[in-house]
T-cell receptor
Framework: AQTVTQSQPEMSVQEAETVTLSCTYD???????LFWYKQPPSRQMILVIR??????QNATENRFSVNFQKAAKSFSLKISDSQLGDAAMYFC??????????FGKGITLSVRP | DTGVSQDPRHKITKRGQNVTFRCDPI?????LYWYRQTLGQGPEFLTY????????KSRLLSDRFSAERPKGSFSTLEIQRTEQGDSAMYLC??????????????????FGSGTRLTVV
């Protein structure tokens, strides 16, 4: 069974600085997708960034980028120029083919003004 | 299209009562998923449908839980004889899935805002 581990329960970053959120996963499959989702308090979960396992290039979406290390099964999220609106819970998730998402426990990110 | 809609947003019920939640997915999405999220945890998969067919059920989905998607559009999740341990946020999501290993460009899901259930 696939597992996703987010070992840091909380992190804090100063506004305008950079923060990295860690995620590791375990799978025996070679083709899969990895995601970071953001869940603001009392609001719906939204997709931040995705990575296809067959792609060597790390995904980037504006201020958000990932460091995907397939051999190490590591998938970290870097948020540059942090903004107050980035404060939320962030979930790392795994998906193979068309099947379900497997989520980590999440990390609460706070942004200090 | 306004995204994935879930109703109600909040439900408080007494232990032992039955509750039913509704999810309306994005109209062109053929796949619909139910997840349960307890406080401070990530969502856990419950079940999913492709059109009207229920393709997978988690072991979390006990006999007291039943989900339907009768016409391949909206879905309902019913919990019978609710227990305090059922208190959670129930999330619905939809996606456009195909039979291919690498699905449509919509790799991610669109989530609804969830139904928060409190069993007292």
């Amino acid at each position: 069974a696939q597992t996703v581990t987010q070992s840091q329960p909380e992190m804090s970053v100063q506004e305008a600085e950079t923060v990295t959120l860690s995620c590791t996963y375990d799978t025996s499959e070679s083709d899969y997708y990895l995601f970071w989702y953001k869940q603001p308090p009392s609001r719906q979960m939204i997709l931040v960034i995705r990575q296809e396992a067959y792609k060597q290039q790390n995904a980037t979406e504006n201020r958000f980028s990932v460091n995907f290390q397939k051999a190490a099964k590591s998938f970290s999220l870097k948020i540059s120029d942090s903004q107050l609106g980035d404060a939320a819970m962030y979930f790392c998730a795994y998906r193979s083919g068309n099947s379900k998402l497997t989520f980590g426990k999440g990390i609460t990110l706070s942004v200090r003004p | 299209d306004t995204g994935v809609s879930q109703d109600p947003r909040h439900k408080i019920t007494k232990r032992g009562q039955n509750v039913t939640f509704r999810c309306d997915p994005i109209s062109e999405h053929n796949r619909l998923y139910w997840y349960r999220q307890t406080l401070g945890q990530g969502p856990e998969f419950l079940t999913y449908f492709q059109n009207e067919a229920q393709l997978e059920k988690s072991r979390l989905l006990s006999d007291r839980f039943s989900a339907e998607r009768p016409k391949g559009s909206f879905s309902t999740l019913e919990i019978q004889r609710t227990e305090q341990g059922d208190s959670a946020m129930y999330l619905c999501a939809s996606s456009l899935g195909t039979g291919a290993l690498f699905p449509s460009p919509n790799y991610g899901y669109t989530f609804g805002s969830g139904t928060r259930l409190t069993v007292v």
